[in-house]
């Protein structure tokens, strides 16, 4: 069965908003080194004010999403994308480049990419039909994985070799791309919602979520995993350029292999779901993420290149099938009027688990070393696959009714 013409529209849109933020979010901290001057403090925190709408401002956009059109406030996303890399343009072309601009700028980009990510995976069950929506999910995935595997290192060479303006010509045409295919997807009308007060909606998706016995041991999971798995990650280059005295080229060869796993997962999920009950589908996600934590381990023990690439693809691999899979039943068990809320819940919980990983494994590294922040991570996957894997998800045969 192939997908509905709309569907097709949604994912080339998804395609082309993904390169668009990929590129802008390699490209402003070049630019920012480059042209600024910029040290390692202002680079950390133009990155910290790009993340800070997914903490802050998810819970706006998944109300907005059950009461408008949620092809219409893709749109006005995508829009304000668009609009924040044309005045970064215009800002390096006329010297006003600065820090505390490159950090507003990124910001209300950033608040369009959030309220994009929460309209997108309510969008898609009215598109496409039941038996469909693993395979659409992994459709949307794989476009994000190429995204976030090419973006890098394409935004890192046309800097060099056309420089930064051109770089977010390309971004600006590319979302403006992306609005004029959102523009031609026809969404089933839905009945008007009802006003009822803000805070009391969204009271309404957070219970859905915390009642269901489905999503919350959902929502649990991916706290435990984001939270400690965080530990490790801002640090396991520095022990890969450090401890294990791994050149340039090997600290490459080890981030070009996350990128391939989030590619091979976002087409093997599909797959998984087709052919496996449901619900192992779902925990085989968070079993590869251990996995993944336990051959990082490995490499204490040997710094190598090779083991620390396959330690890569695997954290690549394993995430996006848990991505795929969790946000596919999330689609067919929650009402479509409370798809934007239930959403906004689980970006909220995602994002501010990832902060408070970041600053425990600080605080782990600085009392007992990098190896130790190592060990949390482990220990924080294992727990991750342990919530899982003791729900009732373990019988989920099918996406239920």
Same mark, same amino acid.
């Given at each position: 069965? #192939?997908?509905?013409?709309?569907?097709?529209?949604?994912?080339?849109?998804?395609?082309?908003?993904?390169?668009?933020?990929?590129?802008?979010?390699?490209?402003?901290?070049?630019?920012?080194?480059?042209?600024?001057?910029?040290?390692?403090?202002?680079?950390?925190?133009?990155?910290?004010?790009?993340?800070?709408?997914?903490?802050?401002?998810?819970?706006?956009?998944?109300?907005?999403?059950?009461?408008?059109?949620?092809?219409?406030?893709?749109?006005?996303?995508?829009?304000?994308?668009?609009?924040?890399?044309?005045?970064?343009?215009?800002?390096?072309?006329?010297?006003?480049?600065?820090?505390?601009?490159?950090?507003?700028?990124?910001?209300?980009?950033?608040?369009?990419?959030?309220?994009?990510?929460?309209?997108?995976? =309510?969008?898609?069950?009215?598109?496409?039909?039941?038996?469909?929506?693993?395979?659409?999910?992994?459709?949307?995935?794989?476009?994000?994985?190429?995204?976030?595997?090419?973006?890098?290192?394409?935004?890192?060479?046309?800097?060099?070799?056309?420089?930064?303006?051109?770089?977010?010509?390309?971004?600006?045409?590319?979302?403006?791309?992306?609005?004029?295919?959102?523009?031609?997807?026809?969404?089933?009308?839905?009945?008007?919602?009802?006003?009822?007060?803000?805070?009391?909606?969204?009271?309404?998706?957070?219970?859905?979520?915390?009642?269901?016995?489905?999503?919350?041991?959902?929502?649990?999971?991916?706290?435990?995993?984001?939270?400690?798995?965080?530990?490790?990650?801002?640090?396991?280059?520095?022990?890969?350029?450090?401890?294990?005295?791994?050149?340039?080229?090997? $600290?490459?060869?080890?981030?070009?292999?996350?990128?391939?796993?989030?590619?091979?997962?976002?087409?093997?999920?599909?797959?998984?779901?087709?052919?496996?009950?449901?619900?192992?589908?779902?925990?085989?996600?968070?079993? $590869?993420?251990?996995?993944? =934590?336990?051959?990082?381990?490995?490499?204490?023990?040997?710094? #190598?290149?090779?083991?620390?690439?396959?330690?890569?693809?695997?954290?690549?691999?394993?995430?996006?099938?848990?991505?795929?899979?969790?946000?596919?039943?999330?689609?067919?068990?929650?009402?479509?009027?409370?798809?934007?809320?239930?959403?906004?819940?689980?970006?909220?919980?995602?994002?501010?688990?990832?902060?408070?990983?970041?600053?425990?494994?600080?605080?782990?590294?600085?009392?007992?070393?990098?190896? =130790?922040?190592?060990?949390?991570?482990?220990?924080?996957?294992?727990?991750?696959?342990?919530?899982?894997?003791?729900?009732?998800?373990?019988?989920?045969?099918?996406?239920?009714?």
């Amino acid at each position: 069965m #192939s997908f509905p013409a709309s569907f097709q529209r949604l994912a080339a849109a998804n395609l082309a908003a993904q390169s668009a933020e990929q590129l802008s979010l390699a490209a402003v901290p070049l630019v920012a080194v480059l042209v600024l001057g910029s040290g390692a403090g202002e680079i950390g925190l133009l990155a910290a004010v790009q993340t800070l709408p997914f903490l802050l401002l998810s819970i706006p956009p998944g109300l907005l999403a059950d009461r408008l059109p949620r092809g219409t406030l893709m749109v006005a996303a995508e829009s304000l994308r668009a609009l924040s890399l044309l005045v970064l343009l215009g800002m390096l072309l006329t010297g006003a480049l600065s820090i505390p601009g490159l950090a507003v700028v990124g910001f209300v980009g950033a608040v369009g990419t959030v309220a994009f990510s929460v309209a997108a995976p =309510a969008l898609v069950p009215a598109l496409v039909p039941r038996e469909l929506l693993g395979r659409a999910n992994g459709r949307i995935e794989l476009a994000r994985s190429a995204a976030y595997a090419a973006g890098p290192a394409l935004a890192g060479a046309l800097v060099a070799w056309i420089g930064g303006a051109a770089v977010f010509v390309i971004g600006a045409l590319l979302s403006c791309a992306a609005v004029a295919l959102l523009l031609r997807i026809r969404e089933p009308a839905r009945p008007p919602a009802a006003a009822r007060h803000p805070l009391r909606e969204m009271q309404e998706g957070a219970q859905f979520v915390w009642r269901h016995e489905h999503l919350r041991p959902m929502v649990l999971t991916g706290v435990a995993g984001t939270s400690l798995g965080s530990c490790c990650r801002p640090r396991t280059c520095r022990m890969r350029c450090g401890r294990w005295a791994l050149g340039s080229e090997a $600290v490459g060869f080890t981030l070009g292999c996350y990128g391939a796993g989030m590619v091979v997962g976002s087409l093997l999920a599909p797959r998984l779901v087709a052919r496996m009950a449901f619900g192992r589908a779902i925990q085989f996600g968070p079993a $590869v993420s251990v996995l993944a =934590a336990g051959v990082m381990v490995a490499t204490l023990a040997v710094p #190598s290149a090779l083991v620390a690439g396959a330690s890569f693809f695997l954290f690549g691999a394993g995430p996006i099938i848990w991505t795929i899979t969790t946000t596919t039943l999330r689609q067919s068990v929650t009402p479509s009027a409370m798809l934007g809320r239930v959403g906004a819940v689980f970006l909220t919980v995602n994002a501010g688990a990832r902060p408070v990983g970041a600053a425990l494994g600080g605080a782990v590294g600085a009392a007992w070393g990098e190896t =130790a922040c190592l060990w949390l991570a482990f220990a924080g996957f294992v727990l991750q696959a342990g919530v899982i894997l003791a729900s009732r998800l373990s019988g989920l045969r099918r996406l239920p009714a």
